[in-house]
């Protein structure tokens, strides 16, 4: 059963950037597209946005749009997710997962988170 | 704000059948599958329904999924102890091009 392996806790002062890491173990992400979703505390869950790296196509929440960066480096079967311009209010833990998709007319989309890393926290304090 | 509405708790006794719904509109739910992830505190979310009523495998089937026009449920027959989390619908969302998840509901076994 493949894992997804995150990077570490980060804190990070208001108006920083952080660049948080997804591996899969013993392998490399396939045909698969991988998303990211955040939960600050006391909050829901918040879809950040994915990329399918088969097409190297990135797709990315309305609210997110321009602050956050996710990309692949195939050659180390590796996902990343930057987020620049760090407030308080994301604080938070991000987590990846493994996502299925499909194409429509409209372009793609996602439908099923079913393989997750451990989370990375991430702190923003001055 | 999230675009699909979910009650915030549900409760019931163990053996008990709890439902939790979820309420979308027509650019998501009506249009798109859903999925419902179970989340423990300081665990990382599990997929327990995909494609509106779908199992993965290791997924008990006391868990299952419906849906009808934009709205869907998910219902827990034999509800037990570990099944206290909070647990999210989403959806794709054509006119945001983007998933969405619900608000989220708390269960609680009593």
């Known amino acids: 059963q493949v894992q997804l392996v995150q990077s570490g806790t980060e804190v990070k002062k208001p108006g920083s950037s952080v660049k948080v890491s997804c591996k899969p173990s013993?392998?490399?992400?396939?045909?698969?597209?991988i998303s990211w979703v955040r939960q600050a505390p006391g909050q829901g869950l918040e879809w950040m946005g994915g990329?399918?790296?088969?097409?190297?196509?990135?797709h990315y929440a309305h609210k997110l749009q321009g602050r956050v960066t996710i990309t692949t480096d195939v050659s180390r079967s590796t996902a990343y997710m930057e987020i620049r311009s760090l407030t308080s209010e994301d604080t938070a833990v991000y987590y990846c997962?493994?996502?299925?998709?499909?194409?429509?007319?409209?372009?793609?989309?996602?439908?099923?988170?079913?393989?997750w890393g451990q989370g990375t926290t991430v702190t923003v304090s001055s | 704000q999230s675009v699909l509405t979910q009650p915030p708790s549900a409760s019931g006794t163990p053996g008990q059948r709890v439902t939790i719904s979820c309420s979308g509109g027509g650019s998501n739910i009506g249009s798109n599958t859903v999925n419902w992830y179970q989340h423990l505190p300081g665990t990382a979310p599990r997929l327990l329904i995909y494609?509106?009523?779908e199992r993965p495998s290791g997924v008990p089937d006391r868990f299952s999924g419906s849906k009808s026009g934009t709205s869907a449920s998910l219902a827990i027959s034999g509800l037990q102890s570990e099944d206290e989390a909070d647990y999210y619908c989403a959806a794709w969302d054509d006119s945001l091009s983007a998933r969405v998840f619900g608000t989220g509901t708390k269960v609680a076994v009593l």
């Open positions: 990329i399918i790296p088969l097409y190297n196509t990135a």
């Open positions: 013993g392998g490399s992400f396939n045909y698969d597209a």
């Open positions: 494609r509106d009523d």
């Open positions: 997962a493994r996502d299925a998709y499909g194409g429509n007319t409209g372009g793609y989309y996602y439908y099923a988170m079913d393989v």
